[in-house]
């Protein structure tokens, strides 16, 4: 406490400066989170997933060792960022890497880890808190996991849905050879073939069909989740 002078601030500033500790982070995700579908429609969706890992592993290291509040201010934004970005993008890559058989499967897993994670993180917090420098390894801890999956993504091929719409047939060929049986590989292929021709047909869709309730009820749809989100973050389980 004493490296950001709270031991002698009042109430109201350790207030003031924890909520934007933890409001920052919620903003920095909701960045990241917009700039992810540019990057991983264009650069594709493994870069994606390692440039949110760099920045969330960036981030934490120099929260670990912060001295000083803006050490605690703008890495908050950096790792919010990252994780904006893999939330993004992660289920994408998921679905798009397994098989029809196991896709729901694998989006449940991703989803129960994420939820498990931030319960076995909050009994740990609590041990933590007796602690002074106890925040430091509830930061620095969750390097270990960036960096796990930074060293998996190195055997990971692109997503081949996102080398077809890009025309790299054989790269997409080469990607799932690495995830399919040799007799799923030319099939797949074709049906990602349909697909990506039946996306450029249709063409990129607007706003407006987004908030369409014509379109298959959209409006619906996208209001119904924006708010699910809002009370899931209104609840208190990111602060």
């Known amino acids: 406490m004493q490296h950001f002078g709270w031991d002698t601030a009042s109430q109201r500033q350790i207030d003031i400066e924890t909520g934007l500790i933890n409001g920052l982070f919620g903003i920095g995700a909701a960045i990241g989170a917009l700039c992810a579908p540019f990057l991983f429609n264009t650069k594709g969706r493994k ?9 969330f592993t960036i981030g934490a290291a120099i929260q670990c060792a912060a001295v000083s509040m803006p050490m605690l201010y703008i890495p908050r934004l950096l790792s919010g960022a990252g994780i904006g970005m893999l939330s993004m993008c992660s289920p994408v890559y998921i679905a798009e890497m397994a098989p029809e058989s196991h896709r729901g499967q694998l989006a449940t897993l991703w989803q129960l880890a994420i939820t498990a994670g931030i319960v076995l993180v909050s009994i740990l917090n609590i041990w933590l808190a007796d602690w002074d420098e106890g925040w430091r390894i509830s930061y620095g801890g969750n390097i270990v996991f960036s960096i796990a999956l930074l060293l998996l993504l190195t055997i990971m091929p692109e997503s081949p849905h996102f080398l077809v719409t890009k025309g790299r047939h054989d790269d997409a060929r080469e990607a799932l050879n690495k995830v399919r049986y040799e007799d799923q590989v030319e099939w797949e292929i074709e049906e990602l073939e349909m697909e990506a021709n039946e996306a450029k047909k249709r063409g990129e869709a607007t706003w407006g069909e987004v ?9 619906t749809r996208v209001l119904t989740g924006v708010a699910l989100q809002s009370f899931q973050q209104l609840a208190g389980i990111n602060a």
Do not use: H, Y
């Not at 870069?47 to 920045?55: K, N, Q, S, Y």
């Not at 908030?211 to 409006?219: A, H, I, Q, W």
């Open 47 to 55: 870069p994606t997933v390692t440039c949110g890992a760099i920045c």
């Open 211 to 219: 908030f369409n309730n014509d379109n298959n009820k959209m409006k």
